[in-house]
């Protein structure tokens, strides 16, 4: 089959590469626009437009899909399907039906809960225990077309953003060869989603990273998960910007924020956590053992 393959970031990255290694003819990849990065701001492609370069496939970087001459030249490649892993542009009807057989989204999520932009991050936040990698039919809603396969996974207490992000996207790029097969000769059977329970994992802003002590230890210790390693969730000390990038709950008691011990013990409005990896402003990230080797945050230390 002819596919085109839209994707931006690193999650999207093994469903390309499990793609190109079984030999699918990839026409095209769409992926976000190069943009300013690193201290010298220079414009940088994302990591998908880097890969399919390297593999020898052609690359779009739209800023938008709504252009009448955007959607004439997808329409073009005569695309048997599309698959869209994390692109970032909102897809218009004219592209979504553009291919023979439609657009197929990898989602991680139990949808129709978390559907939106960030649902491995609220996932967490919200103490789920378990989530899913699903294979959907595009459509024009947010995230509500119809399910064509999926996995459950469980999420452990110790799993962050960073690891499930990438048992999701290794687990998708499996789904993923699984449904083209069967497209390719059976077809796929869509289930709609349900109505009931759907919920929206909206962007994270800056300032709602910010750790609020005064919540329970469990919700401040699934925050932190939940965002780490971006956008980290963050709190200050004297002053000093820190990302706290790894907890776990434990017995504890004491003002909100304040240092139980001498190793980052941290009481919260309801019990305590542990700082188990933290990154000081400007500094690389650190174990806390390691940390607390050239910084020390004695008890009676107050995080704000």
């Known amino acids: 089959m002819r596919i085109a393959f839209l994707g931006s970031p690193e999650f999207a990255l093994p469903a390309l590469n499990t793609l190109a290694a079984a030999g699918h003819d990839i026409v095209c990849v769409y992926s976000q626009p190069p943009r300013p990065r690193g201290r010298g701001q220079k414009l940088a492609p994302t990591i998908i437009h880097?890969?399919?370069?390297?593999l020898g496939i052609e690359v779009r970087t739209p800023k938008s899909l709504r252009i009448a001459e955007e959607q004439a030249a997808f329409a073009a490649l005569n695309l048997d399907v599309a698959i869209v892993v994390?692109?970032?542009?909102?897809?218009?009807?004219e592209i979504l039906q553009a291919p023979r057989l439609g657009c197929l989204n990898i989602h991680p999520s139990l949808l129709p809960r978390w559907r939106g932009a960030a649902p491995i991050q609220r996932c967490i936040e919200a103490g789920d225990t378990k989530t899913s990698v699903q294979i959907m039919a595009m459509d024009e809603g947010l995230d509500t077309g119809a399910i064509y396969m999926a996995q459950n996974i469980?999420?452990?207490?110790?799993?962050?953003?960073?690891?499930?992000?990438?048992k999701c996207a290794n687990i998708g790029a499996e789904l993923l060869l699984k449904s083209l097969s069967q497209l390719a000769t059976t077809g796929l059977t869509p289930n709609p989603q349900s109505e009931i329970g759907v919920t929206y994992a909206s962007k994270?802003?800056?300032?709602e990273a910010r750790i609020d002590w005064s919540k329970p230890a469990h919700e401040i210790d699934c925050k932190i998960r939940g965002f780490s390693p971006i956008p980290a969730a963050w709190t200050l000390l004297e002053g000093v910007r820190y990302k706290i990038l790894m907890s776990r709950v434990e017995i504890g008691?004491?003002?909100a924020?304040?240092?139980?011990?001498?190793e980052?013990?941290?009481?919260?409005?309801n019990g305590a956590i542990r700082i188990l990896k933290l990154q000081c402003e400007g500094k690389p990230a650190l174990e806390a053992r390691e940390f607390l080797r050239g910084q020390k945050i004695p008890r009676g230390s107050r995080f704000a």
């Open 257 to 262: 924020g304040a240092a139980l011990d001498d």
């Open 264 to 269: 980052l013990l941290i009481a919260c409005g």
């Open 86 to 93: 994390a692109y970032g542009l909102i897809l218009p009807k």
């Open 154 to 166: 469980e999420i452990t207490p110790s799993d962050t953003y960073g690891t499930m992000s990438e």
């Open 50 to 54: 880097k890969r399919a370069e390297e």
């Open 204 to 207: 994270i802003s800056k300032e």
């Open 253 to 255: 008691a004491g003002q």
